[in-house]
């Protein structure tokens, strides 16, 4: 019994120690492979041009017609609760994944045929917000002066009048009291109040400010997770006042991704050619034809500036815009040169001649 035992245990050690060599075996093999599938990044993809990516992008087809249009029937027989939500003084808050654009702008064109509408697209790089403000007033003042059947003042007085009044002299002229029995008011539609012209504290403020109007009523559309946290419990509760509704449409954000880059797209040479085209065009025509050797030399020579000041305030104004980089030259002395490739130079100066 002893030496059957004692050959189990050299058979059981041998088990262990094959195992454990087994495993090790495996870690140093998943080890190396994980360090070689590391190496690869996502510049190592060969991109395609963003004109021709987009074009794929807009051409998928949809998916679920059917039901999404019945989804969106469903959501227009609701048009008759949020006017009247809008009549009580809320605002409207549509979120839910798709875009809402073509949702909102129907329900303006059906529902609110009798108000003013104005919009404003949030998803822009850029909104002028007191423009936006200055329309409103108009678009009021006119709705008001239909009512009384009055036309004291000219369209081109009034557009004088407000475009010279500050920003809470519009809020004030936008929440003027009129009697209980009237009811009019102006509608302000905004695609992404969320988007990255409006997110900042200020322009939340002042739109806060503008739904708190007596005599306004806002529809917004937000997109992204962290919407809700541009606003205080103050501006979610007495301000906008909103009503807030799930509203999945499941379409494209073929108008809001127009204004962000595409990952897979290369926008190296092209981008940058881009913005050599639109710098060089808006220069003057001393500034756009400067050589680039011996620069201050032939440029004097050929009357191109008159002294280093001027040279250097045109080399400033193309290496902020990173048309021109400065290398040190193995003598000490600074040499500039152009970071685009032959193409690129090609294409640019085929559409600058």
Not at 13 to 20: A, G, I, W
Not at 51 to 71: A, G, T, Y
Not at 78 to 93: A, V
Not at 304 to 323: A, P, Y
Request: glycine share 4%; aromatic share 10%.
């Amino acid at each position: 019994m002893d030496v059957g035992v004692h050959e189990m245990t050299m058979e059981d050690e041998e088990d262990d120690f094959m195992l454990s060599r087994n495993y090790f075996l495996a870690k140093e093999i998943g080890s190396s492979s994980r360090k070689k599938s590391s190496q690869k990044h996502v510049v190592d993809i060969n991109h395609v041009d963003e004109q021709v990516l987009r074009k794929e992008v807009f051409d998928i087809p949809v998916k679920h017609e059917n039901e999404i249009q019945h989804l969106i029937k469903s959501y227009r027989n609701l048009y008759p609760k949020w006017l009247f939500e809008l009549r009580c003084g809320f605002g409207l808050l549509m979120y839910g994944f798709g875009s809402k654009k073509a949702l909102l702008e129907d329900f303006a064109s059906t529902s609110l045929t009798d108000f003013g509408v104005v919009v404003i697209n949030g998803y822009l790089p850029s909104n002028n917000l007191k423009q936006a403000l200055i329309t409103l007033a108009e678009v009021l003042s006119d709705q008001l002066k239909h009512e009384r059947k009055s036309s004291t003042r000219s369209k081109s007085n009034t557009e004088h009048t407000f475009s010279s009044l500050s920003i809470e002299d519009l809020l004030s002229f936008l929440n003027v009291q009129l009697p209980q029995d009237n009811n009019c008011f102006v509608c302000v539609i905004i695609h992404n109040i969320d988007g990255p012209s409006l997110r900042d504290p200020d322009s939340q403020q002042y739109l806060a400010q503008l739904a708190s109007c007596s005599r306004v009523r806002m529809v917004a559309s937000i997109d992204h997770v962290n919407a809700p946290l541009l606003w205080d419990k103050k501006m979610v509760h007495t301000q906008f006042k909103w009503s807030w509704h799930h509203v999945p449409t499941f379409a494209p954000y073929k108008a809001e991704g127009n204004f962000f880059p595409l990952i897979l797209a290369n926008y190296g040479n092209a981008q940058t050619t881009k913005t050599a085209l639109v710098v060089l065009q808006s220069l003057t025509p001393n500034a756009q034809s400067m050589p680039n050797s011996t620069l201050y030399t032939k440029c004097r020579a050929r009357f191109l500036v008159s002294n280093q000041v001027t040279l250097n305030s045109h080399l400033t104004e193309f290496k902020d815009h990173e048309l021109v980089k400065a290398r040190r030259h193995s003598d000490g002395q600074d040499c500039f040169y152009i970071p685009l490739p032959s193409e690129a130079l090609s294409k640019l100066l085929q559409e600058l001649v």
